[in-house]
Structure formats: structure tokens, C-alpha cells
């Protein structure tokens, strides 16, 4: 069975052939989009001398850096949708719809050509994704919704996920953002997500939800719009400050898209796109499949002892796919006990009571398994603790670095060293976001 990759970011040689980024400025009090006579007036609004010094402040305050940050660095590759000039919805129809929307939003969902050419492309594209992605949906977002709320966040932002993720639980870029909300290590780390070599946290749906809000919070308050917060999620907080800076000040998310990263400029129409056709499904007969699961069908029970995915799908028969789903968190389809982290399993609530009269069996299995085991399980180690490496013969910086998945410039840092020169037997400081295979001690 081929692997479908659901990618939802319009490419950016269709904007700039569309040349919609040409703002033209007949009035001191309104802008205008030129395309196709199609004039969408948008108040003309700027940040002022003071709210840039503001935002700059609050960069530092929240321990932002736009050199530092990590953000992620999207494949843009629509090539089904490069040159489509086909319409599934008329300009009328779709207008009315966007103004509908945009009264009940936060979000400016106001039309211009370049959102009608993305939902036009996802309809006539991407339509077949949709039933699935929407079962995943019913699963995902009352979660998401129940921490929105709390954190005031407008409960819209669920829709962010399906930009992120498509809703894979383990989904995972090319440069290693990970998750529902594709955080990078280093981010994650800043917002509590702890990875370890049988945990990563960026995999756990709801820890990562919270994650999200968190963020999403903080650069709300940072450019005070829904908007921009969402083109900082994408690009880093101090690309949006440099692209308003760039931009003359403006306040609005078009006007400053042709100063943001390429990758940024379809991924907050990708947004839009996505609100809108899931808010209209039915009226495109977009109908969801029915899902495996609802959240609140399955619950969580706390282990008392390492036990592995195949040992509880042997005694409550109870497939390793469902665990897997239900579990994304534990990278080798194990869950470790350690009493300060207070692992949880998730199951279908139908199986809860199964595994709470068969626990100690499954634990009897688990220890005749340990038994039998060649290789003792590795043990468990958290990536953002502090080690001491001792050089061996053959090392340089860059096998240390590839081997811990740091960079050669953190070691140095860590260890103030001012060349790369190495001597044998010498003490290194190293805080990895990986542990090689050969480092790794037999747990007792």
C-alpha cells in the first residue's frame, strides 16, 4: 500500500505568479490587493515606534531569539496545483462565505486571490484526504478544543494541527520537528516536552497540546494578532518582527507576507484553506469517515512496572496498532516505570477493567520475558541531562557531536573550549538530544 503524504502548503511559485504581493496604495487610509479588478480593502494600520520597541522587548523577556529559535523548514512540492486556473466554488460564492466566516473569527479571512486559489486547489486536489483527516478530527480536537479554551485561545487554532501534522501522531520533518504541533527539540524542551531514550514527549497528543497553547499564548502577546502569531508559530518570532520592520510597520499578515520566509507565505493561507473547507464540508459532500475512536471512549490507567506493547496486546487481545495509535509517546512501543515521571498507558475504556484483573499476569509475563532476554532493555536516560564523555582514540569534535545529535559549536560552548583540538582521555561535558546505541549501559 503506497504511503500518501498529505501536504498542505500551496507552492510559492503559484503566489508569485499571480503576483498578488503587488499591493498598490490609491489612499493614505486603505490598501488594495490588485488582482483581477478584485479590490478587497483592508485597513490600513501600523505598528508605531513604540509597539516595535515593545514587541523587541518582549522577544528578550520571553526568551526569544530569531537566530535561536527553532523553526521549521517545510518541503514546499505542489506540483498538481502549479498553473491551476480551475474553480470548484464562483469568486461570489466564496466571498460570501469568507465574510460569514470573518464576522465569527478572530482570524482575517477576508478574500484576496491567492486564498481562493488554495481552497480551490484542496478541493479539487487534496478532496480524498478529507473523510480521513476528518475521523482523525473527531478524535483529536475536543482535546484540543478542552486546552483552546483555557488558555483563551480561539478554539480555530485546532485547525493548525492539520497544517502541522495532518493529524499524525508521530509525524516527523526532515530536520526533526515532531508531533500533533511538529515542535523541534529545542522548543519543545523551552515549553516542558522532555524526551529520553524510551519517551518523547512531543508525541504525546495532550502534553503537546498544551505545549502549543502555551506558545501560541505568548506570541499572541508578543504582536497581539491572531494572524501574525500563527506566521511566528511557522517562521520564528523574530522573522515576523523583522518582516514588520521591513514592511514599514504594517499590522496585517498580507501586507508583510512578501517580506516573510517563502515557506511562511503558503502556510497561513494553508490555514485559511483548511478552516474553510472543514467549516463547508457539507456543502462540497465532503463527508468524514467514521473514526476508531472518540476521545472520551478511551481512558488511562499507571503502570507499575516496565511493560512493553506486546505483552499487554497478548493478555487483553488488543491489537499493537490501537496501542501504538493510542500511545504515540513511547518510541519503542514500551513504557518505562520511573516513579518521578509517573507513565501512563491509554486504552479504550471497554479494556480498562480487562487490564486491571490481568495486571499481575502481565507482569508476570514481562519479568519471564526480562528472563529470556539476551540483551537487558537500554536503559532509561533523558536527553536533557548532563554527561561526561571521555575521548577516545579516533575522536574528533564532529564524531562527537554526529554521535550525541548536538552541534560542534554547543559542545564547545558547553566546555568553553577556544579550538577543536582534542586530546585522548580528556572530559567533555555533553547534553544530548540522542544516545548512541554503544553508549548505551544494561539496565538492572
Not at 76 to 89: A, E, H, Q, S, Y
Not at 192 to 203: A, F, N, W
Not at 205 to 224: D, M, N, R, V, W
Request: aromatic share 14%; proline share 5%.
Amino acid at each position: 500500500m503506497k504511503k500518501i503524504i498529505f501536504l498542505l502548503f500551496i507552492s510559492f511559485s503559484v503566489v508569485s505568479q499571480e503576483k498578488i504581493d503587488t499591493i498598490i496604495q490609491p489612499k493614505r487610509d486603505t490598501i488594495f490587493i490588485a488582482k483581477d479588478s478584485i479590490k478587497t480593502p483592508i485597513k490600513k494600520e501600523f505598528f508605531t515606534d513604540n509597539d516595535l520597541k515593545k514587541i523587541d522587548s518582549l522577544l528578550v523577556e520571553e526568551k526569544f531569539n530569531s537566530a535561536l529559535i527553532d523553526t521549521l523548514e517545510y518541503v514546499i512540492d505542489d506540483k498538481d496545483i502549479i498553473g491551476n486556473t480551475n474553480r470548484v466554488l464562483t469568486t461570489d460564492l466564496l466571498k460570501t462565505r469568507l465574510t460569514k466566516l470573518n464576522k465569527n473569527t478572530p482570524f482575517n479571512l477576508a478574500f484576496n486571490p491567492a486564498l481562493e486559489k488554495v481552497i480551490n486547489s484542496y478541493l479539487l486536489y487534496r478532496r480524498k484526504y478529507y473523510p480521513a483527516l476528518m475521523a482523525k478530527a473527531k478524535y483529536y480536537f475536543p482535546m484540543f478544543e478542552q486546552y483552546l479554551d483555557q488558555f483563551d485561545i480561539p478554539l480555530e487554532m485546532k485547525y493548525l494541527a492539520i497544517v502541522e501534522s495532518a493529524l499524525k501522531p508521530r509525524a516527523r520533518s526532515r530536520v526533526g520537528a515532531s508531533g500533533l504541533w511538529q515542535f523541534m527539540y529545542g522548543t519543545g524542551k523551552q515549553f516542558d516536552l522532555k524526551v529520553s531514550s524510551y519517551v518523547d514527549e512531543r508525541y504525546n497528543p495532550e502534553k503537546a497540546t498544551i505545549a502549543a497553547c502555551k506558545y501560541l499564548s505568548q506570541l499572541y502577546k508578543i504582536f497581539g494578532d491572531w494572524d501574525l502569531a500563527l506566521a511566528a508559530y511557522n517562521s520564528g518570532p523574530g522573522n515576523v518582527s523583522k518582516a514588520i520592520k521591513r514592511s514599514g510597520g504594517y499590522k496585517n499578515y498580507w501586507n508583510i507576507r512578501p517580506y516573510l520566509p517563502r515557506e511562511t507565505a503558503g502556510y497561513v493561507p494553508a490555514f485559511y484553506a483548511t478552516m474553510y473547507i472543514f467549516e463547508h464540508a457539507n456543502e462540497h459532500q465532503i463527508y468524514s469517515k467514521l473514526p476508531k475512536f472518540f476521545n472520551f471512549q478511551t481512558d488511562t490507567v499507571h503502570i507499575k512496572r516496565t511493560i512493553s506493547f506486546d505483552q499487554i496486546s497478548e493478555m487483553i487481545n488488543l491489537d499493537d496498532n490501537v496501542l501504538s495509535f493510542l500511545n504515540p509517546s513511547y518510541k519503542l512501543d514500551i513504557i518505562p516505570y520511573i516513579k518521578e515521571r509517573n507513565y501512563a498507558l491509554r486504552l479504550p475504556s471497554n479494556k480498562i477493567i480487562e487490564f486491571l484483573d490481568k495486571e499481575k499476569q502481565i507482569y508476570a509475563l514481562a519479568d519471564a520475558d526480562d528472563a529470556k532476554r539476551e540483551k537487558p532493555l537500554p536503559k532509561y536516560f533523558e536527553m536533557d541531562k548532563r554527561i561526561r564523555y571521555k575521548v577516545k582514540n579516533g575522536d574528533y569534535l564532529g564524531k562527537i557531536a554526529n554521535k550525541f545529535g548536538v552541534r560542534i559549536s554547543s559542545i564547545k560552548r558547553w566546555n568553553r573550549l577556544k579550538s577543536s583540538r582534542l586530546k585522548i582521555g580528556q572530559r567533555l561535558y555533553i547534553f544530548p538530544k540522542r544516545i548512541p546505541v554503544s553508549s548505551r549501559k544494561s539496565s538492572k
